[in-house]
Every structure is written in structure tokens, then in C-alpha cells.
């Protein structure tokens, strides 16, 4: 044999063990993650966060091949410092796992489908919202710089009368189980009658969810995920809205208003075509603004209210981050709404805020 015909030879040989390297390579890649594959790659999450995204994707595309254990749900909340995202993929790879037909992605044709469906059934609500009054049991917690390590600031018991042609009003009724004289009037805007802090905006209702689906905020959307959301089975898509078309709006204090861009995800009723769960998070911030991050998560429930049920926010979590004079300051309000009623009602101070009302401290990330 010829130095030619060795060489072809050679390189013939060489392609092929290439090709069947990188064949198992891909078998490799597509298959379930294992325990082993799992427990390495959380293991890397203390030192590099920004790899959470890479995990949540792998565990989606592929799946897991084994039980998911109290242990490992506890190794995994420890590595990710309790990450909402990262557990809830995992429990949704669990019910893959042990039932793939009811937690499987639908084909896009499908999902965009109910992605119409839920635009209009929003957008048809928003504009038959009842007039109610609710009670808001608020938990108010900061921290100094990007710690995460909340320390406890106020509770707040508002009243919420909102009327669909008129919005929202509030009137602070307890500051830390201490009621308010009864001369202190509802308001559009109640920061001024507690202590400086983040208040509430109103958009909790349905407003912001509505935004995402009107066509001017030309919203992208995108399915990644199945979950289960108070036992109904959800889609799961994220979103993007630019800034030049967003509604969001970001207040602090004297500073002028800032309309900032918006992402998160939406949790979609398979049955109902109604979002359960709202995510919104500020994009696109001006870089000299005093607010520097901003966060909200939203559960929504079916609330009965003069015979007739509507679906309304029943816990919400808002997230802040404020920087002034080279100081940053994180805050974040936990609201609970309680004893919704039609409006004409009288609210009254009937149980203050307790620890019933809200679990005990997890830190978890949004």
C-alpha cells in the first residue's frame, strides 16, 4: 500500500471514529439527566449563578431519569439559594418523568392557540372587572446592599375599594396592629400616611397582565415549560416587552417617572385560558435611576363575589432595589388579599396581620 493510499486510509478511519464520537456524544446529551449529572452541575451553582439558566434549560430539554428525593430537593435549595425556578422546573421534570402524556409540551400550533385564547379571555375580563374592597395584609422587609437578607420593617393592613371606572383607593386601617383613627381617608396614593417604604400599585388586579396581551405592546412570547399551579395544569411561556411600547412604569419618591421595558413568564390554565401566575421584571432601567431592579410575581385564584366568580389576586410579591447616595437598599412587600367583598361594604379591623397569614422566612430567589 502506497503513502497516498495510507493517508486516505487514515483519514477515512479518523472521520469515522469522529463521527461516532460525536453520535455519542448527542446520545449522551439527549438522554435524562442522571442524579450524578444533576448533583455536579448544582455543586457549580454557589460559585456561578449565571449557570442556573444553562441548568433550568437542560433539565426541560431532557428530563430526569430518577426519583426526585426530599434529599435532593434539599441539596438542590441549598446549592441554588432556594430558587423558585430551578425547583419548580425540577417538580415539572418529576411529573414528566412519572407521567410524561399530562406534562408534556403540546405541539406550537396548539400552545399558540391557547396563547389567543387566554389574550382574549383577559383582555374580555379587564374590561368586566366588579367593583369589590379587599382587605391587604402587607409584609414589609429590607435589605442593605444585594444580600437577600431581609430584615423585618412594618405590617400593614389596608382597605382597597376599586371601582372599574374609577381604580383603586386605600386606606391604611393598622400599622403593625395598631389601627388608624378613623378620620384617615382613602387615597389613590397611601405612602404618605406610612413609613417610607414600597407600596402598592394597583396593577396586581389585572391591568398588567392585560398589557402583556394588548397587540400595541407587540409582546413576544416564547413556550419553555408545563407546571402545576394550585392542581391545574399550566404552560408556562415567557415574555418580552421592549421599552418603546411597554405601559410598565417605575416611581421613586421626587424622581420623575421612568417607563422601563418588561420579561417574566405566565402561567396559562390548559382548561380555563386564564393566567394563574404572573411574573414581571423591569428591563431596560435608565442607568441613573434611583430604582435600579424591580420585580413582581402575582397568584391568581377564582374568588366568589355577589354570586359570580372572578379571578383575582390572592398573594403577591414585589421585589425593589433602590440606590441613593451611594447607599443600595433592597425592599420587599409580601401581600396577602383577604375577605373580598362587594363594594359598598365596610372593611373593618378584624384580625391583624399574623404569622398565619404569612409562612415562615424561606429566601427565595424570583
Known amino acids: 500500500m502506497n503513502c497516498k493510499n495510507k493517508r486516505t486510509l487514515f483519514a477515512t478511519l479518523a472521520c469515522v471514529v469522529g463521527l461516532i464520537c460525536l453520535q455519542s456524544a448527542a446520545a449522551q446529551s439527549a438522554a435524562p439527566l442522571t442524579s450524578k449529572e444533576l448533583v455536579t452541575l ?128 386605600y386606606k391604611v386601617l393598622a400599622v403593625n396592629g395598631v389601627p388608624r383613627a378613623q378620620e384617615t381617608t382613602q387615597k389613590r396614593d397611601y405612602s404618605k400616611d406610612v413609613d417610607p417604604g414600597t407600596t402598592s400599585s394597583g396593577v396586581e388586579y389585572i391591568s398588567a397582565v392585560a398589557d402583556v396581551f394588548k397587540t400595541q405592546s407587540d409582546t413576544k ?79 391568581y385564584e377564582w374568588i366568589a363575589i355577589s354570586e359570580n366568580k372572578f379571578l383575582l389576586p390572592t398573594h403577591s410579591e414585589i421585589l425593589l432595589t433602590n440606590v441613593g447616595r451611594g447607599v443600595t437598599v433592597q425592599s420587599r412587600n409580601e401581600i396577602r388579599f383577604r375577605g373580598y367583598q362587594k363594594f359598598g361594604a365596610e372593611l373593618k379591623v378584624i384580625d391583624e396581620i399574623d404569622e398565619k397569614d404569612f409562612p415562615p422566612e424561606k429566601p427565595e430567589k424570583p
Open 221 to 299: 412570547f416564547k413556550l419553555v415549560d408545563t407546571d402545576l399551579i394550585q392542581g391545574r395544569h399550566t404552560l408556562v411561556f415567557e415574555y418580552e416587552v421592549s421599552r418603546d411600547l411597554s405601559q410598565l412604569t417605575l416611581r421613586a419618591g421626587e424622581a420623575e417617572p421612568a417607563v422601563v421595558g418588561s420579561r417574566g413568564r405566565i402561567w396559562i390554565d390548559r382548561e380555563l385560558n386564564r393566567v394563574l401566575r404572573f411574573e414581571q421584571i423591569a428591563t431596560e432601567v435608565p442607568p441613573d435611576y434611583p430604582i435600579r431592579a424591580a420585580s413582581t410575581l402575582i397568584d
Open 42 to 169: 448544582v455543586y457549580q451553582l454557589p460559585k456561578h449563578p449565571e449557570l442556573r439558566d444553562e441548568l433550568v434549560a437542560d433539565i426541560r430539554k431532557r428530563g430526569i431519569s430518577f426519583p426526585l428525593t426530599d434529599g435532593m430537593r434539599s441539596l438542590v435549595a441549598t446549592k441554588s439559594g432556594n430558587d423558585s425556578l430551578l425547583r419548580r422546573t425540577l417538580e415539572e421534570a418529576e411529573r414528566r418523568r412519572v407521567n410524561p402524556t399530562v406534562s408534556t409540551l403540546p405541539p406550537e400550533a396548539e400552545a399558540n392557540e391557547l396563547l389567543e385564547r387566554a389574550r382574549a379571555a383577559t383582555l374580555a375580563a379587564a374590561d368586566a372587572m366588579p367593583d369589590f374592597i379587599v382587605k391587604q395584609l402587607i409584609k414589609r422587609s429590607r435589605a442593605y446592599g444585594n444580600t437577600n437578607n431581609w430584615q423585618p420593617q412594618d405590617n400593614l393592613t389596608i382597605a382597597v375599594a376599586y371601582r372599574a371606572n374609577a381604580g383603586e383607593q
